[in-house]
């Protein structure tokens, strides 16, 4: 495991869940929401946990617009360890 710090890029609430099946939160909860678009991976999280996400959709609603996020499987570390691994591969 890395001990390296993460950077959150979407906030999220991991029990938002609506009837796509996925998780949504607002285009405006994320640090820098030019990254945030359909196929980017990014790093989701709140004050207790983290996670990788694939943004699957930015839906536009009279409030704001609705991200949809798939939560992708395993800890965040071991994707900055296979991030690295590549890096000292190339």
Do not use: C
Not at 35 to 56: K, T
Not at 64 to 85: C, F, K, Q, W
């Amino acid at each position: 495991m890395t001990d390296v710090p993460v950077v959150v890029d979407l906030e999220v609430d991991f029990h938002s869940v609506d009837e796509t099946g996925y998780i949504w939160t607002w285009l405006s909860d994320a640090r820098d929401p030019t990254v945030i678009q359909p196929g980017s991976i990014v790093v989701v999280g709140d004050e207790d946990a983290l996670a990788m996400g694939r943004i699957v959709d930015l839906v536009e609603e009279e409030k704001g617009t609705v991200v949809h996020v798939d939560v992708l499987p395993g800890p965040v570390g071991s994707y900055v360890e296979a991030v690295n691994r590549f890096a000292a591969s190339v």
